[in-house]
């Protein structure tokens, strides 16, 4: 019955209903009961079979079980609607304030372990309040005091109609509407809770005999289920619409705060079946009515604008024109209409508010630009194809034999016809292919043109695709840097946009500073270039000033550095840097004095010498850095702070450094990091790791950038939202090619060390593995042993997991042991997912973190990514680590349920946006500074016990890794294309198929006991 419900098959459902209630047994049941008074309010039917005495007692005699609850709360909503129908107050209040008691009473009794179960309960609230409302407009009475809202008040005080039933005026419904809206705008990503809610917005329409109200609400409702995937129900509503417009012929329409024809409504709905068409995958007839609609019917320019764009999307997604008819016919005349439209506005708004009337702009501009840009690319793509360069092979032949029988011709007097002819069709066919080449190159053009043009626009009318637009607009820059109508556009764009929209890629963009060999001048890509990052460093200082000090420390690394021509040194981007912070000084030359005082005391400390004595030790803070006490222009450096579109950053909007402690705690390690504390305004203490040696931060902070923003996406989708899907990030910020800052993850522990013990020898495996062999032993036997799967297999019958225990140590109150196992299991899911997308290697146990207050797991050292794991001595051949130990924090359930949804909901998310991540991984991996690829000597240092010192000079150094870009890059982005496509060992896969797969391989005992033993694969 509640599927038939949900189906929208509610004529099925109210004959099952009757014929069921004839039978004894069921007709008492509290569920039964409770989805047939649902059902009757719905379908307005207020008959005493339905709603007489004796089921109002039987209901009041209920138990206390939810069910019983449940279902009396139905028959006291049945019971006040009955009763607004009739206007008898008698039963009317006395039944609204039982109904509210109860359902606060089972508010009072429910768990307090989830607030999710409790959002039936206020949303049912929320229905008693619009009944409430809906009385008061309906009748009025002789005593006007609400006895619900007073709860002492004596049930029996006479109360007696003086007027009714009354018709709302349109000031008293919309005062009722507004509330319906704020409701229904916070609930909109729950279906399931808002559609009684909505439905129950209906009933009350036709009480109060507002039938005018109906049809907007039926549209409203037909989007709302479309949106939650119920083309069913959606199709019923707008039948409905059907029936209801043409029935009321001459009757004015309301449609938000304005009264429209009926003209409107028929266009509202015919666009809504539409797209419900579209829902159900009936592309062709979807397709068909709105070009029937544009044919047939009398728009305004703003409604044919989105309609004609609307086409042009589904026309592009089934390729059922061509690109002329698409471009020119649907998708250019939007964007015509749009600007007609705008100028027409001065102002003021048309049919539809403010806000809706910029996101149709910014949606139509996208469109085209998406479109024209993905014309752009097929032909980029063809143009550089094998078989077109064949083609221009066989061309080029073609034409050195049209020269060698032009000669013949003069020399053979008596073949000439035979030449003149065969020489005619090789001119032909040259011809042909000639314009066809033209063209394809005119075309090309034109649509770059388009794209640019669109972008821009589209970034100038709304904030929706910014983070599309922005990367693909900047990919299209720094490959076309050599094309002067390109850095035109590029000119234009920066001129025009807010800046604060390129804030994602400011790292990106200022690693391209110096690096073109373009002609100097004003209309220059680097000026260009230079223009936008002066604008960005004015309006925006506190994220751009950090990257181009960066910049101009670009050869500033360490005389005793290890490896230190390994690291990229751009002598032409210091001097570019330098030179626009000059320009600087007359905008911040205060500011810029105070950041670099800063940005001194941190390399400063990262590069201190210490000796193996001060490991784990504290040592005191250099005079001259503790001298320093307070820079009131510069916010703590790892603070958060967040970019503000109006570019207003007034002191006091964040906490500023006030200086550092006298002493730091030199950690473990061989380039041993020092733990400083840093002093903020605001009297919190920021525990910072400044850190200098042979690993390039840059490659980790371009790392968690591509986090942050695969977080967005996360956040984007309502499936990956709901479940609050995402990857943990920290900030990191380098200053020099060696040395920088990083953000300190509070309250956290690496996995090893919780497993193991500082020592290596106690940790959970010490208090709870008791006759396991040590680490070091299932190691040594990896090491030495020549069958690596016997081994493996052994090694684990000897070593059993122990993880499991940490959520029992840390979380001893049940609902808080389940939050946070939830909370972790699905933070593996999410890290593993996008650490395989970018192919994150060198995941040993050490690398992850733990969280003790939320058990969300943290990844750090990401200098190992795009499958460069591959390259390492013993190479990695698993996708993720989805070790024994990994495993066993998840539960008895394993991999299976939370896990393996978790993992599959992020997949989709990643796949359904390929176009956008590609662009982003694009941008990143032809950053110029990120070196990403491993170079043989970091190959051998990743997994070697000790590293030493080793001498550049004997033969490491390649100079090609001096040239800009990276060579690899090409095969890095195609691997990343196939992963979304769903290719796992050349066969494409489904989405579950492929996590399927991922799983298997990352659990694959082969795989697993053929890894570098000090990973712990065991573990």
């Not at 008040?153 to 109609?161: A, H």
């Not at 950041?595 to 941190?602: G, H, L, P, R």
């Not at 300190?744 to 008791?770: I, K, M, Q």
């Not at 890059?969 to 195609?974: G, K, Q």
Request: glycine share 6%; aromatic share 8%; with cysteine.
């Amino acid at each position: 019955m509640k599927s038939l419900q949900q189906m929208g098959c509610s004529l099925i459902a109210n004959l099952y209903y009757t014929g069921l209630a004839q039978e004894g047994g069921i007709a008492k049941d509290s569920q039964f009961r409770e989805l047939e008074y649902e059902a009757a309010w719905r379908a307005g039917k207020w008959d005493v079979n339905c709603f007489g005495p004796e089921l109002t007692a039987s209901g009041s005699s209920g138990g206390s079980s939810s069910s019983s609850s449940s279902s009396i709360t139905s028959d006291r909503n049945a019971d006040c609607l009955k009763s607004l129908v009739e206007g008898d107050p008698e039963t009317f209040y006395p039944q609204l304030q039982q109904a509210r008691q109860g359902i606060v009473t089972s508010i009072a009794h429910s768990s307090r372990e989830s607030t999710q179960n409790v959002n039936p309960a206020i949303m049912k609230l929320q229905m008693l309040d619009s009944l409430s409302q809906a009385w008061e407009m309906r009748w009025r009475l002789s005593n006007p005091l609400n006895v619900a809202s007073v709860p002492n008040m004596p049930q029996q005080v006479s109360r007696t109609v003086l007027a009714g039933p009354l018709i709302p005026s349109d000031a008293q419904v919309a005062s009722f509407e507004a509330t319906w809206q704020e409701n229904m705008k916070q609930m909109q990503l729950h279906y399931g809770l808002l559609e009684p809610y909505v439905s129950l917005r209906k009933v009350l329409f036709q009480v109060l005999n507002r039938h005018d109200y109906l049809p907007r609400h039926l549209l409203e409702f037909a989007t709302l289920a479309r949106k939650a995937g119920r083309p069913n129900l959606a199709g019923d509503a707008v039948h409905e619409l059907k029936l209801l417009s043409c029935g009321r012929s001459g009757e004015a329409l309301h449609w938000g705060t304005s009264s429209v024809t009926k003209c409107h409504s028929f266009l509202c709905y015919q666009v809504e079946e539409a797209k419900i068409l579209w829902a159900q995958e009936q592309q062709g007839m979807a397709v068909n009515l709105v070009k029937y609609i544009l044919q047939h019917s009398e728009l305004e320019p703003a409604d044919s604008a989105a309609i004609h764009c609307l086409t042009g999307k589904w026309l592009a997604e089934t390729r059922s024109e061509s690109f002329r008819v698409i471009l020119d016919g649907y998708l250019k005349k939007a964007v015509g209409l749009v600007v007609e439209t705008s100028k027409k506005k001065n102002g003021k708004p048309t049919t539809c508010n403010s806000e809706r009337w910029m996101q149709q702009q910014c949606r139509t501009y996208y469109r085209l630009a998406h479109y024209a840009d993905a014309l752009y690319r097929s032909y980029e793509h063809r143009l550089t194809s094998s078989e077109w360069q064949a083609a221009l092979r066989l061309r080029q032949h073609k034409a050195r034999e049209l020269e060698v029988m032009m000669k013949r011709l003069d020399v053979q007097k008596g073949n000439q016809r035979d030449y003149s002819m065969k020489i005619f069709e090789i001119r032909k066919q040259l011809e042909l292919d000639n314009e066809e080449a033209q063209r394809m190159e005119v075309d090309k053009e034109q649509f770059l043109g388009i794209a640019l043009e669109s972008y821009c626009s589209c970034l100038l009318t709304g904030n929706k695709y910014n983070l599309r637009v922005v990367f693909r607009l900047v990919s299209l820059w720094f490959n076309l840097f050599s094309n002067q109508k390109v850095v035109d556009a590029m000119l234009e764009t920066v001129n025009k946009v807010q800046s604060h929209k390129f804030i994602p890629l400011v790292y990106q963009i200022a690693s391209r500073l110096g690096s073109s060999k373009d002609a100097p001048g004003p209309r220059s890509f680097q000026s260009a270039l230079t223009c936008l990052l002066k604008k960005l460093a004015i309006e925006h200082p506190y994220h751009t000033m950090y990257q181009l000090l960066a910049l101009s420390n670009g050869d500033r690394v360490k005389d005793n550095q290890r490896g230190k021509t390994s690291f990229v040194v751009d002598l032409e981007k210091k001097h570019a840097a330098e030179d626009l912070l000059m320009s600087l000084t007359t905008h911040h030359r205060q500011l810029l004095t105070q950041m670099k005082q800063m940005v001194e005391i941190y390399i400063r400390l990262a590069e201190l010498e210490t000796t193996k004595e001060d490991t784990n030790k504290k040592i005191a803070v250099p005079r001259d850095v503790r001298s320093i006490r307070q820079l009131e222009l510069v916010p703590v450096i790892t603070a958060p702070l967040p970019v503000d579109p109006g570019a207003k950053y007034p002191p006091g909007t964040f906490p500023y450094f006030k200086g550092m402690s006298d002493r730091i705690t030199v950690m473990n390690g061989i380039n041993a990091p020092k733990v400083i504390e840093c002093m903020g305004s605001d009297g919190h203490k920021y525990r910072q790791l400044a850190k200098s040696g042979n690993d390039d931060l840059r490659q980790d902070a371009v790392m968690e950038q591509l986090f942050g923003l695969v977080n967005t996406l996360l956040q984007d989708n309502p499936e990956t939202q709901k479940r609050r899907l995402g990857v943990r990030t920290y900030k990191v910020i380098p200053f020099t090619p060696s040395a920088g800052v990083l953000e300190w993850v509070n309250g956290t522990v690496p996995l090893l060390e919780y497993l193991l013990g500082s020592t290596r020898a106690g940790g959970a495996h010490g208090r709870y593995g008791a006759g396991d062999w040590t680490f070091m032993a299932c190691r040594e036997h990896m090491s030495t042993e020549t069958d690596k799967r016997r081994a493996y297999q052994t090694v684990c019958s000897n070593f059993r997991p122990v993880l499991h225990n940490f959520f029992l140590e840390r979380f001893a109150q049940a609902a808080d042991w389940f939050e946070k196992r939830l909370a972790y299991t699905r933070s593996v899911a999410t890290s593993s997912m996008v650490g395989y997308i970018v192919g994150l290697g060198d995941r040993h146990s050490m690398n992850i973190l733990l969280d003790q207050a939320s058990a969300e797991v943290v990844h750090i050292d990401l200098g190992v990514a795009f499958e460069q794991g591959l390259m390492l001595k013993t190479p990695e051949r698993v996708p993720f680590r989805l070790t024994r130990e990994i495993i066993d924090g998840m539960g008895v359930s394993g991999v299976e349920g939370i896990f393996r949804r978790c993992c599959e909901a992020t997949l989709s998310v990643m796949r359904t946006n390929k176009e956008a991540l590609l662009t982003i991984i694009e941008v990143f991996i032809y950053d110029p500074l990120y070196k990403w690829a491993l170079s043989p000597l970091k190959a051998l240092e990743r997994q070697q016990e000790m590293v030493q010192t080793v001498d550049e000079s004997e033969g490491i150094h390649d100079a090609d890794m001096q040239a800009e870009g990276n060579q690899d890059a090409a095969r890095a982005l195609l691997r990343v294309k196939q992963k979304l496509d769903g290719y796992e060992e050349g066969e494409m896969r489904s989405l579950q198929g492929q996590v399927q797969q991922l799983i298997q391989d990352a659990q694959d005992p082969e795989r697993l006991s053929h890894m570098f033993p000090g990973w712990g694969a065991w573990l």
